[in-house]
């Protein structure tokens, strides 16, 4: 089982429709969250952190269920420039010290229609 | 503007040849790190620096290598050694790595071609 993994997609949505991601992790002792937003040929942009039970931010809400070990993002009212692809990373502690690993997702490719 | 800068934003690379990536910020963060980005594959982390004077290997430093001497700047050097250096390079920042909250933030990323 890969340590964490996304849907690819793509989904492709109408302007307006309610779409949600999924991203599942197989280690236990993941502690932090984040959804990044990546852009065709840019760089990543941090979208949402997610914390303990999730959050808001507009019209995006990330929950966080530890019992199944995944993340979603939701995304309601989309719009046109909400096309990107998503990613999921996630921050877990490899051992009793400090060290912790980032690992990210392949990203799930999102596409809202006129 | 406080943020993070690459260059340059294309590079080609001869066979054999070392080249070198750019990367600087002024941000204040303490932790750097490099990835390397692949059609089709996740961000692979290729050498991350905790302060500076001080750098770890990633998951795939094998034909790469960096310096830490200033705070704001930790530079990426592709070395012949590198077999399939094709990619997307992306250097990021944090305020600190031994934090779990701490989110990073990306420049925009230089993509190098080989000739």
């Known amino acids: 089982r890969k340590e964490v993994e996304q849907d690819p997609g793509p989904f492709n949505v109408p302007e307006g429709a309610t779409v949600a991601f999924n991203c599942t992790y197989s280690n236990s002792a993941s502690q932090s969250f984040f959804w990044y937003r990546q852009d065709c040929r840019k760089e990543p942009k941090l979208l949402m952190s997610v914390y303990s039970s999730g959050n808001e931010d507009g019209r995006f809400t990330a929950q966080l269920n530890r019992a199944s070990q995944y993340i979603s993002l939701l995304i309601r009212d989309s719009k046109l420039s909400d096309s990107a692809t998503y990613l999921c990373?996630?921050?877990?502690?490899?051992?009793?010290?400090?060290?912790?690993?980032?690992?990210w997702g392949l990203g799930t490719s999102l596409a809202v229609n006129p | 503007d406080g943020g993070i800068t690459q260059s340059p934003k294309y590079l080609f690379r001869k066979e054999g040849q070392n080249v070198t990536l750019s990367c600087e910020q002024n941000l204040n963060h303490d932790a750097m790190y490099w990835y390397r980005q692949d059609p089709g594959q996740g961000l692979r982390l290729i050498y991350y620096s905790q302060i500076v004077n001080d750098f770890q290997k990633g998951d795939i430093a094998e034909g790469y290598s960096v310096s830490r001497e200033k705070k704001e700047s930790f530079p990426l050097t592709v070395t012949s050694a590198q077999k399939n250096p094709t990619a997307f390079y992306l250097c990021?920042?944090?305020?600190?790595?031994?934090?779990?909250?701490?989110?990073?933030?990306f420049g925009p990323g230089t993509r190098l071609l080989v000739l």
């Open positions: 990373v996630v921050n877990f502690r490899l051992n009793a010290g400090n060290n912790r690993k980032l690992i």
């Open positions: 990021a920042s944090s305020r600190r790595l031994t934090d779990t909250s701490e989110t990073q933030y």
